[in-house]
Protein backbone atom coordinates (compact mmCIF):
# COMPACT_ATOMS: atom_id res chain seq x y z
CA UNK A 1 0.00 0.00 0.00
CA UNK A 2 0.97 3.62 -0.42
CA UNK A 3 2.53 3.83 3.15
CA UNK A 4 4.74 0.36 2.48
CA UNK A 5 8.04 2.25 1.58
CA UNK A 6 10.62 -0.29 2.62
CA UNK A 7 13.49 -0.04 2.71
CA UNK A 8 13.37 3.45 3.48
CA UNK A 9 12.24 4.47 6.45
CA UNK A 10 9.82 7.16 7.53
CA UNK A 11 10.68 9.08 10.65
CA UNK A 12 8.03 11.82 11.58
CA UNK A 13 9.66 13.05 14.93
CA UNK A 14 9.49 16.71 14.82
CA UNK A 15 12.53 18.73 14.98
CA UNK A 16 13.05 22.27 14.91
CA UNK A 17 15.42 22.80 11.73
CA UNK A 18 16.38 24.77 8.82
CA UNK A 19 16.07 22.96 5.48
CA UNK A 20 19.13 22.70 3.32
CA UNK A 21 19.79 23.24 -0.37
CA UNK A 22 18.37 19.55 -0.89
CA UNK A 23 15.69 19.20 1.01
CA UNK A 24 12.18 19.10 -0.78
CA UNK A 25 9.47 21.90 -0.27
CA UNK A 26 5.86 21.38 -0.19
CA UNK A 27 3.64 24.01 -1.16
CA UNK A 28 -0.14 23.44 -1.10
CA UNK A 29 -2.52 25.93 -3.07
CA UNK A 30 -6.38 24.40 -1.31
CA UNK A 31 -6.47 20.89 -2.71
CA UNK A 32 -3.27 21.56 -5.26
CA UNK A 33 0.28 20.78 -4.54
CA UNK A 34 3.15 22.77 -6.09
CA UNK A 35 5.43 20.58 -8.26
CA UNK A 36 6.54 19.56 -12.20
CA UNK A 37 4.31 17.61 -13.95
CA UNK A 38 5.88 15.50 -16.78
CA UNK A 39 3.75 14.33 -20.25
CA UNK A 40 4.65 10.74 -19.01
CA UNK A 41 2.52 11.52 -15.68
CA UNK A 42 5.64 11.68 -13.67
CA UNK A 43 5.93 14.33 -10.83
CA UNK A 44 8.24 16.40 -8.84
CA UNK A 45 8.63 18.42 -6.32
CA UNK A 46 10.99 21.59 -5.63
CA UNK A 47 14.32 21.63 -3.49
CA UNK A 48 14.65 24.04 -1.75
CA UNK A 49 17.84 26.12 -3.99
CA UNK A 50 14.98 25.37 -6.61
CA UNK A 51 12.14 28.28 -5.05
CA UNK A 52 12.98 31.60 -3.81
CA UNK A 53 10.71 31.25 -0.07
CA UNK A 54 11.61 33.10 3.54
CA UNK A 55 13.38 30.05 5.00
CA UNK A 56 12.18 30.94 8.52
CA UNK A 57 8.50 30.38 7.79
CA UNK A 58 9.35 26.75 6.36
CA UNK A 59 7.94 24.06 8.84
CA UNK A 60 9.68 20.72 9.83
CA UNK A 61 7.41 17.82 8.48
CA UNK A 62 9.60 14.39 8.65
CA UNK A 63 12.42 12.80 7.01
CA UNK A 64 12.14 9.42 4.67
CA UNK A 65 15.82 7.92 5.33
CA UNK A 66 17.98 11.34 4.81
CA UNK A 67 15.62 13.26 2.95
CA UNK A 68 13.87 16.33 4.77
CA UNK A 69 10.50 17.56 4.03
CA UNK A 70 9.30 21.16 4.87
CA UNK A 71 5.95 22.68 4.67
CA UNK A 72 5.67 26.42 3.10
CA UNK A 73 2.31 27.35 4.67
CA UNK A 74 1.95 29.97 2.29
CA UNK A 75 1.52 30.13 -1.34
CA UNK A 76 4.43 30.37 -4.12
CA UNK A 77 5.02 32.07 -7.03
CA UNK A 78 4.98 29.69 -10.28
CA UNK A 79 7.51 29.34 -12.71
CA UNK A 80 6.73 31.42 -15.89
CA UNK A 81 5.79 29.53 -18.87
CA UNK A 82 9.33 30.52 -20.49
CA UNK A 83 11.18 28.27 -17.20
CA UNK A 84 13.29 25.48 -18.30
CA UNK A 85 11.48 22.60 -17.96
CA UNK A 86 12.49 20.60 -15.14
CA UNK A 87 11.38 23.18 -13.05
CA UNK A 88 8.28 24.71 -13.93
CA UNK A 89 6.59 24.52 -10.98
CA UNK A 90 2.88 25.08 -10.99
CA UNK A 91 0.18 24.15 -8.62
CA UNK A 92 -1.86 21.18 -10.20
CA UNK A 93 -4.05 18.39 -8.68
CA UNK A 94 -3.15 16.82 -5.61
CA UNK A 95 -3.96 13.45 -7.35
CA UNK A 96 -0.82 13.73 -9.82
CA UNK A 97 1.15 12.20 -6.43
CA UNK A 98 0.24 8.91 -7.62
CA UNK A 99 2.56 9.29 -10.46
CA UNK A 100 5.74 10.89 -8.46
CA UNK A 101 8.91 9.36 -8.94
CA UNK A 102 10.14 8.02 -6.24
CA UNK A 103 6.92 5.93 -5.75
CA UNK A 104 8.13 6.79 -2.02
CA UNK A 105 7.01 11.29 -2.59
CA UNK A 106 3.47 10.04 -2.86
CA UNK A 107 3.15 8.62 0.60
CA UNK A 108 5.45 11.98 1.46
CA UNK A 109 3.12 14.35 -0.27
CA UNK A 110 -0.37 12.80 1.16
CA UNK A 111 1.58 12.88 4.44
CA UNK A 112 2.25 16.50 4.20
CA UNK A 113 -0.84 17.20 2.90
CA UNK A 114 -2.42 16.02 6.23
CA UNK A 115 -0.32 18.07 8.25
CA UNK A 116 -0.77 21.48 5.92
CA UNK A 117 -4.70 21.35 6.43
CA UNK A 118 -4.19 20.78 9.93
CA UNK A 119 -1.77 23.99 10.30
CA UNK A 120 -4.38 25.75 7.93
CA UNK A 121 -7.23 24.93 10.24
CA UNK A 122 -5.96 25.99 13.67
CA UNK A 123 -3.76 29.43 13.12
CA UNK A 124 -6.40 30.27 15.85
CA UNK A 125 -6.90 28.83 19.56
CA UNK A 126 -10.38 27.31 19.66
CA UNK A 127 -10.64 27.78 23.32
CA UNK A 128 -9.75 31.74 23.38
CA UNK A 129 -9.34 33.03 19.62
CA UNK A 130 -5.49 34.19 20.17
CA UNK A 131 -3.68 33.76 17.30
CA UNK A 132 -1.49 29.65 18.06
CA UNK A 133 2.12 29.11 17.45
CA UNK A 134 3.91 26.03 16.46
CA UNK A 135 5.66 24.37 19.52
CA UNK A 136 8.83 23.42 19.79
CA UNK A 137 8.97 20.61 21.57
CA UNK A 138 6.53 18.06 19.55
CA UNK A 139 4.47 18.13 16.82
CA UNK A 140 1.69 20.83 17.91
CA UNK A 141 0.63 24.11 18.16
CA UNK A 142 -0.01 26.19 20.98
CA UNK A 143 -1.61 29.41 22.13
CA UNK A 144 0.74 31.86 23.78
CA UNK A 145 -2.51 33.40 25.65
CA UNK A 146 -4.56 30.18 27.53
CA UNK A 147 -1.58 27.41 26.99
CA UNK A 148 -4.27 25.12 25.09
CA UNK A 149 -1.71 22.49 22.86
CA UNK A 150 -3.35 21.49 19.79
CA UNK A 151 -2.38 17.78 18.37
CA UNK A 152 -2.85 16.63 14.64
CA UNK A 153 -6.30 15.48 13.71
CA UNK A 154 -6.51 12.22 13.19
CA UNK A 155 -10.10 10.83 11.78
CA UNK A 156 -10.84 6.94 11.97
CA UNK A 157 -13.24 5.49 9.46
CA UNK A 158 -13.81 1.99 8.16
CA UNK A 159 -13.55 0.15 4.72
CA UNK A 160 -15.83 -2.77 4.87
CA UNK A 161 -15.60 -5.84 2.34
CA UNK A 162 -18.51 -7.65 3.06
CA UNK A 163 -18.73 -10.60 1.54
CA UNK A 164 -21.60 -13.41 0.58
CA UNK A 165 -20.09 -16.50 -0.28
CA UNK A 166 -18.24 -16.11 -3.57
CA UNK A 167 -19.47 -12.25 -4.09
CA UNK A 168 -18.52 -9.18 -2.27
CA UNK A 169 -20.84 -5.80 -1.99
CA UNK A 170 -18.96 -3.32 -4.64
CA UNK A 171 -20.22 0.28 -5.05
CA UNK A 172 -18.91 3.73 -6.39
CA UNK A 173 -19.79 7.09 -5.01
CA UNK A 174 -22.26 9.53 -5.54
CA UNK A 175 -21.15 12.89 -6.17
CA UNK A 176 -17.51 12.52 -5.47
CA UNK A 177 -14.59 13.12 -8.45
CA UNK A 178 -13.59 9.54 -8.05
CA UNK A 179 -15.69 7.29 -9.89
CA UNK A 180 -13.53 3.93 -9.06
CA UNK A 181 -14.79 0.55 -7.62
CA UNK A 182 -15.06 1.40 -4.37
CA UNK A 183 -16.22 -1.16 -0.82
CA UNK A 184 -18.63 0.56 2.16
CA UNK A 185 -16.86 2.72 3.82
CA UNK A 186 -17.53 5.33 6.58
CA UNK A 187 -16.51 7.62 9.66
CA UNK A 188 -16.39 6.24 12.78
CA UNK A 189 -18.39 8.13 15.45
CA UNK A 190 -18.21 9.60 19.20
CA UNK A 191 -18.90 6.67 21.42
CA UNK A 192 -18.96 3.95 18.29
CA UNK A 193 -16.36 1.13 18.07
CA UNK A 194 -14.85 0.74 14.93
CA UNK A 195 -17.07 -3.24 14.60
CA UNK A 196 -19.96 -0.76 15.46
CA UNK A 197 -19.05 1.80 12.96
CA UNK A 198 -19.20 -1.56 10.62
CA UNK A 199 -22.08 -2.18 11.37
CA UNK A 200 -24.50 1.14 10.84
CA UNK A 201 -22.38 1.93 8.00
CA UNK A 202 -23.79 -1.64 6.12
CA UNK A 203 -27.00 -0.77 7.04
CA UNK A 204 -26.99 2.85 6.16
CA UNK A 205 -25.67 2.54 3.20
CA UNK A 206 -27.19 -0.43 1.17
CA UNK A 207 -29.31 -2.05 4.01
CA UNK A 208 -28.05 -5.05 5.15
CA UNK A 209 -26.90 -7.02 8.46
CA UNK A 210 -23.63 -8.30 8.91
CA UNK A 211 -21.91 -10.98 10.85
CA UNK A 212 -18.14 -12.69 11.70
CA UNK A 213 -16.52 -8.87 11.48
CA UNK A 214 -12.54 -9.29 11.98
CA UNK A 215 -10.07 -6.74 11.11
CA UNK A 216 -7.66 -7.10 7.89
CA UNK A 217 -4.88 -3.65 8.07
CA UNK A 218 -4.80 -0.36 8.94
CA UNK A 219 -3.94 2.68 6.35
CA UNK A 220 -2.99 6.84 6.63
CA UNK A 221 -4.80 8.39 4.08
CA UNK A 222 -3.61 12.05 4.39
CA UNK A 223 -5.69 12.86 1.73
CA UNK A 224 -8.69 13.43 3.99
CA UNK A 225 -6.69 13.16 7.74
CA UNK A 226 -7.76 9.39 7.99
CA UNK A 227 -6.89 6.39 9.26
CA UNK A 228 -8.64 3.89 7.48
CA UNK A 229 -9.59 0.80 9.82
CA UNK A 230 -10.19 -2.03 6.96
CA UNK A 231 -12.58 -5.40 7.94
CA UNK A 232 -13.89 -7.58 6.51
CA UNK A 233 -17.70 -9.16 7.37
CA UNK A 234 -20.29 -11.79 5.84
CA UNK A 235 -23.66 -10.82 4.98
CA UNK A 236 -26.26 -12.14 7.86
CA UNK A 237 -29.58 -12.62 6.36
CA UNK A 238 -31.18 -11.36 3.30
CA UNK A 239 -29.16 -10.38 0.26
CA UNK A 240 -31.37 -7.56 -1.30
CA UNK A 241 -29.63 -4.27 -1.58
CA UNK A 242 -31.51 -1.09 -0.55
CA UNK A 243 -28.96 1.79 -1.56
CA UNK A 244 -28.48 5.65 -0.13
CA UNK A 245 -29.05 7.07 -3.29
CA UNK A 246 -27.51 9.99 -1.73
CA UNK A 247 -24.30 8.37 -0.88
CA UNK A 248 -23.76 5.65 -3.72
CA UNK A 249 -24.37 6.06 -7.58
CA UNK A 250 -23.59 2.00 -7.41
CA UNK A 251 -24.08 -1.05 -5.01
CA UNK A 252 -24.16 -4.96 -6.29
CA UNK A 253 -22.95 -8.21 -5.56
CA UNK A 254 -20.07 -9.01 -7.70
CA UNK A 255 -18.73 -12.53 -8.19
CA UNK A 256 -15.32 -13.09 -7.64
CA UNK A 257 -14.07 -14.01 -10.83
CA UNK A 258 -15.51 -10.42 -12.24
CA UNK A 259 -13.42 -8.34 -9.70
CA UNK A 260 -10.89 -6.69 -12.06
CA UNK A 261 -6.87 -6.19 -11.61
CA UNK A 262 -6.77 -3.29 -9.25
CA UNK A 263 -3.31 -0.77 -8.25
CA UNK A 264 -3.50 -2.74 -4.65
CA UNK A 265 0.17 -0.74 -4.45
CA UNK A 266 -1.73 2.21 -3.33
CA UNK A 267 -5.34 2.40 -1.22
CA UNK A 268 -6.41 -0.13 1.61
CA UNK A 269 -9.76 -0.50 -0.77
CA UNK A 270 -8.22 -1.99 -3.89
CA UNK A 271 -5.46 -4.59 -1.40
CA UNK A 272 -9.24 -5.60 -0.05
CA UNK A 273 -10.64 -6.35 -3.33
CA UNK A 274 -7.40 -7.81 -4.30
CA UNK A 275 -7.28 -10.22 -1.40
CA UNK A 276 -10.58 -11.26 -1.36
CA UNK A 277 -9.88 -12.12 -5.35
CA UNK A 278 -7.16 -13.62 -5.01
CA UNK A 279 -7.64 -15.69 -1.39
CA UNK A 280 -10.92 -17.70 -1.74
CA UNK A 281 -9.85 -20.40 0.81
CA UNK A 282 -10.33 -17.49 3.64
CA UNK A 283 -13.74 -16.62 3.06
Not at 103 to 113: E, N, V
Not at 129 to 153: L, M, Q, W
Amino acid sequence: MIQDIAPRVFHNEYKKELPGPDDIIFSFRDRKLLCVLFESGEVRCPKYSEISVDAEKLIYLFAIDDTRFFLYPEECDETPEDGPEKTKFKYETIRVLRGADPGYLCFAGMTAYHLYVWYRDNRFCGRCGHETEIFDKERAVKCPSCGNVIYPKICPAVIVGLTNGNKIMMTRYAGREYKGNALIAGFCEIGETAEDTVRREVMEEVGLKVKNIRYFASQPWGFDSNLLLGFFCELDGDEKVRMDEDELARAEWVPREEIGQEASDLSLTATMMMHYKKHPEEF
